[in-house]
C-alpha cells in the first residue's frame, strides 16, 4: 500500500507544471509561450526541466492551463496593483495570474501570454538577409500610390468608427464596427474577406486578403477595438478616434487605394480585436498562421496625435525586424521626406499586436505617435476627433509612408485594366481570369519559370489561374498577368 501511495505521489509531481523564464541566448531546442527581449516565458515539467542543465532558468510557480496569465508593464510610477496577483516582477515587466480586471489601462499596458507553445531552435532567422539597401530610388508607380492618399478619406474612416460610440471588444458597437468593416472590404472588391473568431464573447478579427503572384504575404494591421480604461468590462463609450480608429483608417486607406494595383506578394489587411484585453485577436491569429510565408507586418497604433509640431513617428522593432524598420525609413525618405522618423529597437515594447509575431519569429515593426503615449485622452472617453485624434496632417503622412513601404516591399506589377491586344489578323481580351479570342485560335502558354502549362487548339475562350504567364500564338510571344 505504502508503495502504491507513493508511486501515485511521484506520477503527480511529474504530472505538475511550472511556469519559467528562460534567459536568453539559448542554446537548446525549446517551446515558448512568449519571448521579451531577455527572455523565453515558457512552462515545463519538473523532468524536462532538469534536462536544461545549461540554460539560466528562473522558476515562476506552478502553472495551470486552465489560468490566464498575463504581462504587465507601469505607465505611471503612481500606478497600483494588487499584490497578491503577482507572480514575478522585475524592472521591466510583472507576470500577473488571473485576469487583471480592477486595474486601469490607462497606468498600465497589458499582453496576455499565449497558451500555445511555439518552437524555438538556435540560432534565430537572420531575417537581415532581406537587403533594404537595394530600394529602388525611385519608382513612378510607388510615387502614384502615396499620391492617392486622401486626408479626407482618411478623417472620414476615423470619423465612421468613432460613431459606433464603443468598439469594447465585448460589445455589440465593435461587431457592428467589424460588420462594416467586412462590409466595407467586400464593396470595394477585395479578393477574400472572412471573419477570424478568437474568444468567446468577443467580436472577431476582420480579414481581407488582396492576392499576389506569391503565396508569400505581408500583413497591415490596426486593431479595431477601443477602451475607456477598463476594457474587460462592456464598457458604454470608448469611441477611440485615434486608439486605434486612425491605425484602422491606415489599413482601410492603404486598401482603397491598393485595390487598384497588382503586386508580386500577397497583402493581408487585418483589423484585430481584443488587443485591450491583451492581445487576444492578433496572439490567436499568429498561433494559426506560424507556419505561413510571413514576409513581415506593419502595425499601426495611435497615429492621430501631436502634442509637438513637428511630430516625429515612432518606429519599433526587435533585433529580428531592423531590417523591416530600416526599409520603412528609406521609403520615407524617397516618397513622403517631410516626415521623420524616430527608430527605437526595444523587445521589451510587446503591448501592441505586433509583438504577436514576435513571439512566432516573425518580422513586425510598429508604428506609432509617440512610444511614451503622450496622449491625454489615451483610454478615455476623450479619445474622439479634436481631443485624442489632433492632427490629420500627420497622420496622413504616416499613412503615405505605410503605403510607398508597403507598395515597394510588395513590389508593383502594373495597374489593374481591362486589356486589349490586337495581334496580326485577330485579337483578343482580357477579362478577369479568361482569356476570349474574336476568333478560334492556337497556342500554348506557359508558367514564368518555362513550364508548358497549358497547350489549346482552335479555341475561342481559355481560362487561366491567378499568376504571370508567357503566351506563344503562331510567332507572337506575350506576357498576360491575371488577375482574378
Not at 489601462?105 to 538577409?129: A, C, G, Q
Not at 507598395?407 to 486589349?420: F, N, Q, S
Not at 483578343?428 to 502558354?445: A, L
Request: with cysteine; proline share 4%; glycine share 6%.
Amino acid at each position: 500500500m505504502c508503495k502504491m501511495l507513493l508511486s501515485l505521489l511521484f506520477s503527480y509531481l511529474n504530472t505538475r507544471s511550472y511556469l519559467l523564464l528562460i534567459e536568453k541566448p539559448v542554446k537548446t531546442e525549446i517551446y515558448y509561450l512568449a519571448r521579451t527581449e531577455k527572455y523565453f516565458i515558457t512552462f515545463l515539467k519538473e523532468e524536462e526541466i532538469i534536462k536544461l542543465k545549461r540554460e539560466k532558468i528562473k522558476i515562476i510557480g506552478e502553472y495551470s492551463e486552465k489560468e490566464e496569465y498575463f504581462l504587465l508593464k507601469r505607465r505611471s510610477f503612481k500606478a497600483k496593483i494588487v499584490p497578491e496577483n503577482i507572480l514575478y516582477e522585475n524592472e521591466e515587466f510583472y507576470i500577473v495570474k488571473g485576469i487583471p480586471r480592477d486595474i486601469n489601462t490607462r497606468d498600465f499596458f497589458v499582453k496576455r501570454i499565449p497558451k500555445s507553445l511555439k518552437k524555438f531552435t538556435p540560432p534565430e532567422n537572420n531575417w537581415n538577409l532581406y537587403e533594404y539597401k537595394k530600394i529602388k530610388k525611385y519608382n513612378q508607380i510607388i510615387s502614384d500610390i502615396v499620391s492617392e492618399i486622401s486626408p479626407d478619406s482618411v478623417l472620414n474612416f476615423v470619423r465612421i468608427l468613432q460613431n459606433f460610440i464603443t468598439r469594447n471588444s465585448y460589445t455589440q458597437g465593435c461587431l457592428n464596427a467589424t460588420n462594416w468593416a467586412k462590409n466595407y472590404f467586400l464593396n470595394q472588391g477585395i479578393d477574400s474577406v472572412y471573419f477570424h473568431y478568437h474568444t468567446s464573447g468577443m467580436a472577431p478579427n476582420v480579414i481581407g486578403i488582396k492576392f499576389g503572384l506569391s503565396d508569400s504575404y505581408y500583413v497591415l494591421s490596426a486593431h479595431i477595438d477601443a477602451t475607456a480604461g477598463f476594457p474587460w468590462w462592456g464598457e458604454s463609450v470608448a469611441p477611440g478616434a485615434d486608439d486605434d480608429g486612425s491605425g484602422c483608417a491606415g489599413v482601410l486607406e492603404c486598401f482603397r487605394v491598393f485595390k487598384n494595383y497588382e503586386f508580386k506578394y500577397t497583402i493581408y489587411f487585418i483589423l484585430f480585436t481584443g488587443e485591450e484585453q491583451g492581445l487576444y485577436g492578433s496572439s490567436d491569429f499568429c498561433q494559426e498562421h506560424q507556419n505561413d510565408p510571413i514576409m513581415g507586418d506593419i502595425q499601426l497604433d495611435m497615429i492621430g496625435y501631436v502634442n509637438y509640431l513637428p511630430e516625429s513617428l515612432d518606429l519599433i522593432s526587435n533585433q529580428n525586424s531592423k531590417w523591416l524598420m530600416d526599409s520603412f525609413e528609406v521609403y520615407l525618405e524617397n516618397y513622403v521626406p517631410e516626415l521623420k522618423v524616430i527608430k527605437i529597437v526595444d523587445a521589451n515594447f510587446w503591448y501592441s499586436d505586433h509583438s504577436s509575431f514576435w513571439d512566432i519569429g516573425k518580422p513586425a515593426i510598429l508604428g506609432i505617435e509617440d512610444k511614451n503615449v503622450p496622449n491625454p485622452y489615451y483610454h478615455s472617453r476623450g479619445d474622439t476627433i479634436g481631443g485624442g485624434f489632433n492632427n490629420i496632417n500627420f497622420c496622413t503622412n504616416v499613412i503615405k509612408g505605410t503605403a510607398a513601404t508597403l507598395a515597394g516591399l510588395l513590389k508593383p506589377v502594373t495597374r489593374i485594366d481591362e486589356k486589349k491586344e490586337k495581334i496580326s489578323l485577330f485579337s483578343f481580351i482580357i477579362k478577369g481570369n479568361k482569356i476570349i479570342f474574336t476568333k478560334p485560335t492556337s497556342g500554348k502558354i506557359y508558367s514564368i519559370s518555362g513550364r508548358k502549362f497549358l497547350e489549346f487548339k482552335e479555341s475561342k475562350m481559355i481560362e487561366l489561374k491567378r499568376g504571370l504567364f508567357l503566351v506563344n500564338m503562331r510567332d507572337k510571344n506575350f506576357k498576360i498577368i491575371v488577375f482574378k
